[in-house]
């Protein structure tokens, strides 16, 4: 952890990035981590003709803060990970090479390779509500502005635990 606070390096997969752009919330992370890495090839993924207009014309033109970084060797027990897509994986290798303090990643298969591998995780709903703890964001406005598929029972638990956050003195 730095001294302000931040996480030192954080590997993202494409997930929290597409929604963190799509709600206006990309700039939560130079201010939640120290360093941001992207793979060259969830770069890629977010540049296809499929993705949102706004989310590729972010990465095309990246801001300062973030890296995007040159592919990695996918370890063997990765690559036979069928479950895994090809950002999910490159993203795991990318984490164990700089060895990252945290993984940003929504995919239930990538998210328990990840935490398989010993390394923190968290998804795009963690990250706000930690950007709200933080007092970055407010989480109900942010919840409101995404099309994130979510349990309701989760997404009451992130708001009731906002509430009683915000209700102390």
Same mark, same amino acid.
Request: hydrophobic share 50%; proline share 7%; with cysteine.
């Given at each position: 952890?730095?001294?302000?606070?931040?996480? /030192?390096?954080?590997?993202?997969?494409?997930?929290?990035?597409?929604?963190?752009?799509?709600?206006?919330?990309?700039? +939560?992370?130079?201010?939640?981590?120290?360093?941001?890495?992207?793979?060259?090839?969830?770069?890629?993924?977010?540049?296809?003709?499929?993705?949102?207009?706004?989310?590729?014309?972010? $990465? $095309?033109?990246?801001?300062?803060?973030?890296?995007?970084?040159?592919?990695?060797?996918?370890?063997?027990?990765?690559?036979?990970?069928?479950?895994?897509?090809?950002?999910?994986?490159?993203?795991?290798? +990318?984490?164990?090479?700089?060895?990252?303090?945290?993984?940003?990643? &929504? &995919?239930?298969?990538?998210?328990?390779?990840?935490?398989?591998?010993?390394?923190?995780?968290?998804?795009? %709903?963690? +990250?706000?509500? /930690?950007?709200?703890?933080?007092? %970055?964001?407010? %989480?109900?406005?942010?919840?409101?502005?995404?099309?994130?598929?979510?349990?309701?029972? +989760?997404? &009451?638990?992130?708001?009731?635990? &906002?509430?009683?956050?915000?209700?102390?003195?």
């Amino acid at each position: 952890m730095a001294s302000d606070g931040r996480v /030192r390096c954080v590997v993202a997969d494409a997930g929290p990035l597409h929604y963190l752009v799509l709600i206006g919330q990309i700039d +939560l992370l130079p201010q939640l981590f120290e360093r941001v890495l992207v793979p060259q090839t969830v770069r890629d993924e977010l540049t296809r003709a499929r993705t949102p207009p706004s989310v590729r014309a972010w $990465i $095309i033109r990246p801001p300062a803060w973030l890296r995007i970084a040159p592919p990695a060797a996918i370890p063997d027990d990765l690559q036979l990970a069928a479950a895994l897509d090809h950002g999910e994986r490159a993203a795991l290798a +990318l984490a164990v090479s700089v060895a990252a303090d945290l993984i940003l990643m &929504d &995919d239930r298969a990538g998210v328990a390779a990840a935490r398989g591998k010993g390394f923190v995780v968290i998804g795009t %709903l963690g +990250l706000l509500a /930690r950007a709200a703890r933080r007092g %970055l964001v407010e %989480l109900p406005a942010a919840l409101r502005a995404t099309n994130f598929h979510m349990r309701q029972d +989760l997404m &009451d638990l992130l708001l009731a635990q &906002d509430r009683q956050r915000r209700s102390r003195p």
